[in-house]
């Protein structure tokens, strides 16, 4: 079992920048890649990026490309979600997952979510 933990959410003014951490417990070492989606009220969840454990592959949706990037850290068993040029739009509950294996959708374990809420 991978237990996985999101924080750094909180309200931030449109152009600004957060970064999310993804730290995973457990079984962290069967974890082979990390997604981000989000979920704004009403809508349905989005995926936002991905990156591979052990390369560090990563891709992105279109809406957030060059405004976001994913980094990890193999020592902290953490993820981390930076973004950047904040817009209304992205506001939503962020979650990430992990999945045992090094493929773009597949994940086996899911995070709680931390609300990221940006102003306009």
């Known amino acids: 079992q991978v237990h996985l933990v999101e924080s750094g959410g909180g309200l931030v003014q449109a152009g600004g920048s957060l970064r999310l951490s993804c730290a995973a417990s457990?079984?962290?070492?069967?974890?082979?890649?990390v997604g981000w989606f989000r979920q704004a009220p009403g809508k349905e969840r989005e995926f936002v990026g991905w990156?591979?454990?052990?390369?560090?592959?990563?891709y992105f949706a279109d809406s957030v490309k060059g405004r976001f990037t994913i980094s990890r850290d193999n020592a902290k068993n953490t993820v981390y979600l930076q973004m950047n040029s904040l817009k209304a739009e992205d506001t939503a509950v962020y979650y990430c997952a992990a999945g045992t294996r090094e493929i773009l959708n597949a994940y086996d374990y899911w995070g709680q979510g931390t609300q990221v809420t940006v102003s306009s």
């Open positions: 990156i591979s454990w052990s390369g560090g592959r990563t």
């Open positions: 457990g079984r962290a070492f069967s974890v082979a890649s």
